[in-house]
């Protein structure tokens, strides 16, 4: 009897292993029930985002080693602090919301990639410390959580450590996702961004918000609705997702292959200073610098105003630099490598732009 007994806890253990390796992704859809998100050209965002996330589960959860879940898997209303929770609660490996952009201009088209902004490190670090002071009640714990002690102080610096990385597999993910979109889909690459969003600071994990393109847009509006648009678009993500699988776990699980259909290609419309381009930067720095020092810059404001960029007009900063974007023009200082930034964004926390922070242009 005590025989079998072993052997039932062997085969337990052994199953319990083997989920535990799944990989764990949350999809979120964005928006939901009493919060359409954008409406325009008939199309409502909660119902686009949610039919590309449950096809992008379909696929996920065909394999094996996929662990799937939803923040929400209906038309309902979830609080943007339930969906982090559901994420954290979930332990997952991943988190993905799926969005649809809009503008009041007809003409900004084309998918943009969102993760999470440096300047919110801090925040991210005070509701994870929160998030995981109950781990030290559970068994393990100093396994599980790779040293993660809440009693010990010198945990805070590893979890600063782990963050940036965490943020690094954020960007890493969001980059593939974004030549997908470019090279698979012929959709205008709008790149990556650096935003503080609080579902994805609230998050614990590296997650990327994936904007599919502007409603806002009749012909990006009618790929986005199309069962055919909504179905390249699942099987994009999906397959970024288990290329990033792949590459953090070593692993090596075969992508989905694409099989995407008839593209509605939209029509290349004429070149407009609204149309959202974070390449173009005006007034760039005198010298020419190599891509991977283009890598970094500080943003230091946002306005409705198109500014002339003296000094005088950004309390004395000079060679600022401004891009168009749809509702206005954000205002940038420096350029340059991360550590370049970071004195260029205390410089100019100083001069009064306390909310300041470092983003990465494409
Ligand atoms: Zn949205």
């Known amino acids: 009897m005590k025989k079998v007994l072993v052997i039932i806890f062997v085969c337990l253990s052994f199953f319990s292993v083997a989920q535990e390796k799944k990989f764990k992704v949350i999809l979120d859809a964005g928006h939901g029930g009493k919060d359409p998100g954008a409406a325009k050209n008939g199309c409502i965002e909660k119902h686009i985002a949610l039919d590309v ?16 879940k939803y923040t929400r898997s209906t038309d309902v209303f979830i609080p943007l602090r339930d969906r982090a929770k559901i994420a954290n609660d979930f332990e997952a490996d991943l988190f993905v919301s799926v969005h649809c952009n809009s503008s009041v201009s007809p003409k900004p088209y084309g998918a943009m990639t969102l993760v999470m902004g440096l300047s919110r490190a801090g925040m991210n670090f005070e509701i994870a410390k929160a998030e995981n002071a109950v781990i030290s009640l559970e068994d393990n714990f100093k396994e599980k959580y790779e040293g993660f002690d809440p009693n010990n102080p010198n945990t805070q610096i590893g979890l600063r450590i782990m963050q940036e990385e965490t943020l690094m597999q954020s960007i890493n993910f969001a980059s593939t996702v974004q030549s997908y979109f470019k090279n ?47 179905s390249n678009y699942s099987q994009i993500i999906a397959r970024s997702i288990i290329e990033y699988k792949n590459n953090v776990r070593g692993t090596n699980t075969p992508p989905n292959v694409l099989q995407i259909k008839e593209p509605v290609i939209v029509e290349e419309l004429p070149v407009m200073e609204t149309v959202v381009d974070t390449s173009k930067v005006v007034d760039a720095a005198p010298e020419p610098l190599t891509p991977a020092e283009l890598a970094y810059k ?22 600022v630099t401004m891009i168009e974007v749809s509702g206005g023009y954000k205002y940038f200082y420096g350029l340059g490598t991360l550590e370049a930034c970071k004195k260029f964004l205390a410089e100019a926390k100083q001069k ?10 494409n």
Do not use: C
């Open 184 to 230: 698979s889909l012929q959709r205008k690459d709008l790149g990556m961004h650096q935003q503080p969003l609080w579902v994805l600071d609230a998050t614990v994990m590296p997650g990327v918000l994936i904007e599919l393109g502007f409603l806002s847009n009749l012909e990006e509006s009618k790929y986005m609705k199309s069962e055919e648009g909504k």
């Open 298 to 319: 500080v943003q230091i404001s946002f306005s409705t105003k198109k500014l002339d960029l003296t000094p005088e007009n950004f309390n004395g900063l000079a060679n």
């Open 53 to 68: 996330v449950l096809k992008i589960g379909k696929i996920l959860e065909s394999y094996p080693d996929f662990n799937v």
């Open 352 to 361: 009064g732009f306390a909310s300041a922070f470092i983003v990465t242009p």
